[in-house]
């Protein structure tokens, strides 16, 4: 059974940083493209940053340059480096997989998700 536990989040100032991890259990992490979404109450869940299962990443506009998405495959774990961080990061991070290979690009498997909490 597919499983994704994030931990990390928590509250800072604006300028600060957070580190978010997400471990995965049961199934073969490295064929999985990973994924970090997040979303505020009244807002649609938002993207943030994606890695595939070469490494290869992404970020929403919102996020690059301040933002990180790492992996550690030996780890099955997954991570969100956040710095530089704003009031309008405040929202609920998830992390999110999908099989690379399936043909489709939803993500089928999700976690509980961790706050995050920016004060100004």
């Known amino acids: 059974q597919v499983q994704l536990v994030e931990s990390g989040g928590g509250s800072v100032q604006a300028g600060g940083s957070l580190s978010l991890s997400c471990a995965a259990f049961?199934?073969?992490?490295?064929?999985?493209?990973m994924a970090w979404f997040r979303q505020t109450p009244g807002k649609e869940r938002e993207g943030v940053a994606a890695?595939?299962?070469?490494?290869?990443?992404s970020y929403a506009d919102s996020v690059k340059g301040r933002f990180t998405i790492s992996q550690d495959n030996a780890k099955n774990t997954l991570y969100l480096q956040m710095n530089s961080l704003k009031p309008e990061d405040t929202a609920a991070y998830y992390c999110?997989?999908?099989?690379?290979?399936?043909?489709?690009?939803?993500?089928?498997?999700w976690g509980q998700g961790t706050q995050v909490t920016v004060s100004s």
């Open positions: 890695i595939d299962s070469d490494g290869s990443s």
């Open positions: 049961g199934y073969t992490y490295s064929r999985f493209c």
């Open positions: 999110a997989a999908r099989d690379c290979y399936s043909g489709s690009y939803e993500y089928n498997y």
